[in-house]
């Protein structure tokens, strides 16, 4: 199974723009080869201000206006939840996002698919094949609760400890 299966997107810091796997393959075209967007990350934490203009002096009726509405706010919500909330390390805690809305919701959760398997991997050429197979269920976990379909199957106790450091400075 390919992460693709479960991830569409990458977010990624701008030296990973430019760095190459140990196969020599640039990181952004093993991503798009899987189907995967890379995009860069926005630096200092700031983001484009998006105007959410739908033309309302046209001659569509509502349900047209609905329709693009929806897919707007989808994007621009689900880009303002990456930014401005903590990333869900415990899929089940994303239920708070399915209220009943017209448009879909998602979370960030990068940080919830690194920690265990970086934990497995211990940059041990030898451990590689447990992280990976750890980061796919993680991937799977979170691609299933972001849809509210994630029913609490495949984590490990360690895994859903969190990651929470006292006195942890960025």
Known sequence: MLI???DSGAILFEETLYQSTADSEKMVDVLVEQDIVPAP???NWLV???ELEILLDDDFGIGRTFEVAKKVW???LFYLAQKQCDVQRYPPQAKHYLAPNPWHVSFSYARALQNTCLKKWEGGP???KVA???LLVSAKANSLAQLGKYMG???SEEAKQGMFVKGYVY
Do not use: H, M, P, T
């Open 48 to 50: 484009s201000v998006v």
């Open 132 to 134: 990976q197979d750890v």
């Open 74 to 76: 989808a994007k621009v």
């Open 126 to 128: 030898e451990n590689v």
């Open 153 to 155: 199957e495949g984590w």
């Open 4 to 6: 693709s299966a479960s």
């Open 41 to 43: 990350i926005k630096d």
